[in-house]
């Protein structure tokens, strides 16, 4: 039980709340005002605390406003050290020495720096003696750093760089020039073609005992690059921090429209049974397996960003780490749930569903009540039959190719329907009171939502028979051509509160103001009622 606090420790206490307040008011205030100051090029020199010693604030080094004063001198070598002809990121030394030694070198070297530039009349730093000009918490900036996406404009133009030469000059392309792999047994890396992937596979935001952290591994390999192409007079990213990882800087960067695949041998098409694969599989065994899905993987390659928007933690087949049953190596995410998760981009189901999203199919999506995964029909996806399969194991090949029949079979059975099998106009008048009837252009509408999902493969996928766009409008009806009316599911008075079904007026507004909303349709306006509906005289 709460015990009651005596008069005197009320007494202390109300000041003291009265003085957090104040407080928060001013550092409120502070935040707002240095906000407006943000920086990308914050880095924070806290060195290890030494045992028994008084630890002094980090120092919060703005790396940018540094180089500028350089007049010139913006080699980088000033404050870098090369190890092997390349520059190492750490302030004049090449690896981490004591905490004393390091703290040595940069009170001896900052501080020098910064006298010359004094005796020079140039705009200098704190000199001995002035600790907490760079030891402070008051005087910070915020950071305004924002980390830069590596996409596929970026990459192809790394790729197609005449100058970015690859290790060996046999090479086609210059893929060797940036990727490797880890040779455990040399202790050194080395360039594996075919066998490509993304940095963040092995370097992750933190440190590990045999591999450098993602920042640490990307500066040292783009930074120096950079810095020898500008050494020759070539053409040259960037070396400053605002040039990657300001955002008003990372939108001037030029995005590439026509990029060709990326070359790694990956297929075309995929079948998805990993069960398919086994040497030997009797007929029950098969029996209890889903049916396989036909995968069209290079159009989801031009859809993508990059290779990690599905291949998140290696390019390996998303069953080598979800499992049937499920597995360390895929976080113990079997592979039913890696696929179907309807909350993760990375999912079939959850990449679809942000898909719908998109202004010409969020008109339709958006009104309907979302499936539960029971309520999906797994044939649309688990579309070929176990016998089409043959002997096993399926080689590779044969996967592939019965993937390709099957894609193409499915985008070319386009059921189009006839002008005369949809009514040109329908009229809604069962709840007139202030207004007259809706006269609706029926067959224009439907056409307008056929056209614009004409080019989207998705689309073309799962709506292939026509009659599926139907539902967009009748969502809970079965597909056909003739639905029932609204009304047969909506009354003139509310369901909500039995099953959540609006009454008919509100379902009707509800249905094409929302779709006209997402879809950005601005005539008419939600709120223009004669737009639609005549008002009746005598109202």
Same mark, same amino acid.
């Given at each position: 039980?709460?015990?009651?606090?005596?008069?005197?420790?009320?007494?202390?206490?109300?000041?003291?709340?009265?003085?957090?307040?104040?407080?928060?008011?001013?550092? #409120?205030?502070?935040?707002?005002?240095?906000?407006?100051?943000?920086?990308?090029?914050?880095?924070?020199?806290?060195?290890?605390?030494?045992?028994? #010693?008084?630890?002094?604030?980090?120092?919060?080094?703005?790396?940018?406003?540094?180089?500028?004063?350089?007049?010139?001198?913006?080699?980088?070598?000033? @404050?870098?050290?090369?190890?092997?002809?390349?520059?190492?990121?750490?302030?004049?030394?090449? !690896?981490? #020495?004591?905490?004393?030694?390091?703290?040595?070198?940069?009170?001896?070297? =900052?501080?020098?720096?910064?006298?010359?530039?004094?005796?020079?009349?140039?705009?200098?730093?704190?000199?001995?003696?002035? *600790?907490?000009?760079?030891?402070?918490?008051?005087?910070?900036?915020?950071?305004?750093?924002?980390?830069?996406?590596?996409?596929? +404009?970026?990459?192809?133009?790394?790729?197609?760089?005449?100058?970015?030469?690859?290790?060996?000059?046999?090479?086609?392309?210059?893929?060797?020039?940036?990727?490797?792999?880890?040779?455990?047994?040399?202790?050194?890396?080395?360039?594996?073609?075919?066998?490509?992937?993304?940095?963040?596979?092995?370097?992750?935001?933190?440190?590990?005992?045999?591999?450098?952290?993602?920042?640490?591994?990307?500066?040292?390999?783009?930074?120096?690059?950079?810095?020898?192409?500008?050494?020759?007079?070539?053409?040259?990213?960037?070396?400053?921090?605002?040039?990657?990882?300001?955002?008003?800087?990372?939108? !001037?960067?030029?995005?590439?429209?026509?990029?060709?695949?990326?070359?790694?041998?990956?297929?075309?098409?995929?079948?998805?049974?990993?069960?398919?694969?086994?040497?030997?599989?009797?007929?029950? $065994?098969?029996?209890?397996?889903?049916?396989?899905?036909?995968?069209?993987?290079?159009?989801?390659?031009?859809?993508?960003?990059?290779?990690?928007?599905?291949?998140?933690?290696?390019?390996?087949? =998303?069953?080598? =780490?979800? $499992?049937?049953?499920?597995?360390?190596?895929?976080?113990?995410?079997?592979?039913?749930?890696?696929?179907?998760?309807?909350?993760?981009?990375?999912?079939?189901?959850?990449?679809?569903?942000?898909?719908?999203?998109?202004?010409?199919?969020?008109?339709?999506?958006?009104?309907?009540?979302?499936?539960?995964?029971?309520?999906?029909? @797994?044939?649309?996806?688990?579309?070929?039959?176990?016998?089409?399969?043959?002997?096993?194991?399926?080689?590779?090949?044969?996967?592939?190719?019965?993937?390709?029949?099957?894609?193409?079979? !499915?985008?070319?059975?386009?059921?189009?329907?006839?002008?005369?099998?949809?009514?040109?106009?329908?009229?809604? #008048?069962?709840?007139?009171?202030?207004?007259?009837?809706?006269?609706?252009?029926?067959?224009?509408?439907?056409?307008?939502?056929?056209?614009?999902?004409?080019?989207?493969?998705?689309?073309?996928?799962?709506?292939?028979?026509?009659? $599926?766009? @139907?539902?967009?409008?009748?969502?809970?009806?079965?597909? +056909?051509?003739?639905?029932?009316? *609204?009304?047969?599911?909506?009354?003139?008075?509310?369901? +909500?509160?039995?099953?959540?079904?609006?009454?008919?007026?509100?379902?009707?507004?509800?249905?094409?103001?929302?779709?006209?909303?997402?879809?950005?349709?601005?005539?008419?306006?939600?709120?223009?009622?004669?737009?639609?509906?005549?008002?009746?005289?005598?109202?």
């Amino acid at each position: 039980m709460a015990q009651r606090l005596p008069f005197r420790s009320k007494k202390v206490i109300m000041p003291a709340i009265i003085l957090l307040i104040i407080f928060c008011s001013i550092a #409120g205030g502070y935040s707002a005002v240095k906000s407006e100051n943000a920086r990308p090029d914050i880095i924070l020199i806290d060195l290890p605390a030494i045992k028994g #010693g008084e630890q002094m604030p980090a120092v919060q080094f703005l790396h940018d406003k540094h180089t500028e004063k350089l007049e010139g001198k913006k080699d980088c070598s000033l @404050c870098h050290l090369k190890e092997n002809n390349k520059l190492v990121f750490k302030y004049k030394r090449i !690896k981490d #020495g004591t905490t004393k030694n390091d703290m040595a070198i940069y009170h001896d070297n =900052c501080i020098a720096c910064h006298l010359e530039n004094k005796k020079a009349n140039r705009p200098s730093g704190p000199l001995a003696g002035d *600790c907490r000009s760079c030891h402070n918490l008051k005087s910070r900036n915020n950071s305004s750093w924002k980390q830069i996406d590596f996409n596929k +404009s970026l990459h192809f133009r790394h790729e197609s760089s005449v100058d970015i030469k690859p290790l060996k000059n046999k090479d086609e392309v210059n893929c060797s020039a940036c990727h490797h792999n880890f040779d455990k047994k040399t202790k050194k890396t080395v360039y594996i073609k075919g066998e490509e992937e993304s940095c963040f596979y092995c370097h992750k935001s933190v440190k590990t005992k045999n591999t450098s952290s993602m920042q640490t591994a990307s500066h040292a390999a783009c930074i120096n690059c950079h810095q020898i192409l500008k050494e020759q007079a070539k053409a040259a990213g960037p070396v400053e921090c605002k040039a990657c990882h300001d955002n008003a800087e990372q939108k !001037k960067i030029k995005t590439v429209e026509s990029i060709s695949r990326m070359k790694r041998n990956q297929p075309d098409t995929i079948l998805l049974a990993n069960w398919a694969k086994a040497q030997k599989i009797d007929e029950k $065994t098969i029996g209890k397996q889903l049916n396989p899905v036909p995968f069209d993987h290079k159009a989801h390659e031009s859809k993508a960003e990059n290779c990690k928007s599905c291949h998140h933690e290696s390019l390996k087949p =998303c069953a080598d =780490c979800h $499992t049937e049953t499920g597995s360390k190596d895929g976080g113990f995410v079997r592979l039913e749930q890696a696929m179907h998760n309807s909350k993760s981009e990375k999912s079939c189901i959850g990449c679809h569903k942000t898909a719908q999203l998109e202004k010409n199919c969020a008109g339709c999506h958006s009104a309907m009540p979302e499936k539960t995964l029971s309520n999906e029909k @797994c044939i649309a996806c688990h579309s070929i039959d176990k016998t089409m399969l043959g002997t096993f194991p399926v080689s590779k090949e044969k996967r592939a190719e019965i993937a390709r029949r099957e894609l193409n079979v !499915k985008m070319s059975f386009v059921k189009k329907i006839p002008d005369e099998k949809i009514p040109e106009k329908v009229t809604i #008048g069962l709840i007139t009171d202030k207004y007259e009837a809706v006269t609706l252009p029926h067959r224009k509408m439907f056409r307008t939502l056929e056209s614009k999902i004409n080019d989207n493969k998705i689309a073309g996928y799962f709506h292939a028979d026509k009659t $599926t766009l @139907c539902a967009s409008c009748h969502h809970n009806s079965p597909v +056909s051509l003739e639905p029932p009316k *609204c009304a047969s599911c909506h009354g003139k008075t509310s369901n +909500s509160s039995q099953d959540g079904r609006p009454a008919l007026k509100g379902a009707y507004h509800g249905q094409c103001i929302t779709c006209h909303q997402v879809m950005g349709i601005k005539e008419p306006a939600a709120t223009d009622c004669t737009k639609c509906h005549k008002e009746k005289k005598g109202n």
